[in-house]
């Protein structure tokens, strides 16, 4: 197990950055890729290890895809929306949520068995929301513990049943998982959202062809016969860039540039939070690409204040409730989170780990079912954090550690290559380098 040692930080961060490309947008641009007739060219693919186990996990169902890192390019080659076929082997999704998700819709609509799996974390997290749904199909699912979690299995068939469902909970990947089953349906498929999540699965898949709209707060899918491979040349991801962000924000002097961030407004919950705490930033070089929104993220330090996270907003940072945690501990008055839950049942249960750590390392929080209250500003003392596996967990106290007064060690950061393998890296080239890393 692997661990840093992350020394305080007493100078700011300087420069512009790329950082890693959307890893939501990876993944679903692979997907689609793998169901589009000809060649898919994405460039600014993730390269991180959730994405890699899609690549992998596409492989194994018959399309080609070839992967280009140095140049940050993938290309996936496919007959079409029929091509793909029953695997010989058990798919491995890894740790990745985005993956096992969404594969489990594409598989309803293959002919023969998929069997999906993960590691240890993956096969905790509740599936159940995607199974009851997708048998709708006609196609046969279960899981592990009353189909509780994965393993799971699909039978599926080369024709599947309409979808008629009421998203239960805001879940971009259930909602996607749907659709992607939706795209072979015998008629048109109607999916309620009463709270609406990301929208980059119905965005790119207009963008190749298919018939989707939205209608109030319900989704219309209409059946496909065939999606055309076109290029995707992807943004960065802004729930990576929030951790730069949040550090630049909190250290005096700092002033950097994020480049070429997607903006899409399921996304950016987190400016906005970043924005009722009165941080300072600027939104440049505004443009669009496959219906997706992306810009430069011009940012300094600044004073914060506390605020309030109420459940509307959550869908749209779910995954920057660890940073904005760390971010509180440091604002001026007291930050209420509600309506995070959906955080129990992530890689880790982060409500449970952001409070657990911040405690460790003298900050004023109470844990609540659905959330957390934060009180500040409180200087950080040192201590061991554990990151329980999860690389959001990690790289937040990593933030946390260069803001504190002494030495922060975070056990097991490996995790961090889920998604921003280059992430000590890139603090390095804005000039933050007071971190040590220990191999097991």
């Known amino acids: 197990m692997s661990k840093a040692i992350i020394h305080p930080f007493r100078n700011a961060l300087k420069g512009n950055i790329r950082c ?9 641009a692979a997907i689609i890729g793998a169901l589009s007739r000809g060649m898919t060219s994405i460039t600014g693919f993730s390269f991180c290890q959730d994405c890699l186990a899609t690549i992998e996990c596409l492989r194994a169902l018959g399309a080609k895809v070839e992967v280009f890192p140095e140049e940050e390019r993938v290309t996936v080659e496919s007959d079409g929306l029929f091509a793909l076929q029953e695997p010989e082997d058990v798919l491995d999704a890894r740790n990745s949520g985005t993956t096992i998700r969404l594969l489990a819709g594409v598989a309803t609509g293959i002919e023969g068995l998929t069997i999906l799996t993960g590691d240890r974390s993956l096969r905790r997290r509740p599936m159940r ?13 279960g899981g592990r513990a009353q189909d509780s979690f994965p393993p799971l299995f699909i039978r599926g068939l080369p024709k599947v049943n309409a979808i ?6 805001p879940s971009a990947q259930v909602k996607s998982a749907l659709i992607f089953a939706a795209l072979k349906g015998d008629g048109f498929s109607f999916i309620e959202e009463p709270v ?28 496909c016969r ?45 400016l906005h939070c970043l924005e009722m705490m009165g941080g300072k930033f600027k939104i440049s070089n505004q443009r669009q690409e496959f219906g997706e929104p992306r810009a430069d993220l011009e940012v300094e330090a600044s004073p914060l204040r506390g605020c309030e996270i109420a459940a509307e907003l959550i869908p ?56 957390l209250i934060i009180e500040g500003p409180v200087p950080l003392q040192g201590g061991t954090v554990h990151s329980y596996g999860d690389h959001r967990i990690a790289m937040s106290f990593a ?32 000039g933050c380098d007071t971190f040590s890393l220990q191999s097991p």
């Open 20 to 28: 890693p490309r959307d890893k939501s947008l990876s993944h679903r």
């Open 129 to 141: 929301r995607i199974i009851e749904p997708l048998r709708q199909t006609g196609a046969t699912l």
């Open 164 to 169: 008629r469902h009421t998203l239960k909970v």
């Open 196 to 223: 609406a999540s990301r929208d980059h699965t119905e965005n790119m898949l207009r963008y190749t062809g298919a018939s989707i709209r939205k209608e109030h707060t319900t989704i219309i899918v209409e059946p």
């Open 226 to 270: 065939e999606l055309q491979a076109k290029p995707f040349p992807l943004p960065g991801d802004i729930s990576s860039a929030a951790f730069l962000i949040a550090l630049a924000t909190l250290l005096p002097g700092s002033h950097i540039v994020v480049e070429d961030v997607g903006i899409n407004p399921h996304r950016t919950g987190f």
């Open 316 to 371: 749209s940072l779910i995954d920057e409730i660890p940073i904005l945690s760390i971010m509180a501990s440091q604002a001026e008055g007291k930050t209420l989170i509600s309506g995070a839950e959906e955080l129990r049942v992530k890689e880790s249960d982060r409500l449970q780990a952001i409070a657990q750590g911040l405690k460790s390392l003298g900050a004023r929080v109470e844990e609540k079912v659905d959330g």
């Open 399 to 430: 933030v946390a550690g260069f803001v504190a007064q002494k030495d922060v060690i975070i056990e097991d950061v490996a995790c961090i290559d889920i998604s921003y393998p280059r992430f000590f890296q890139d603090l390095t080239v804005l």
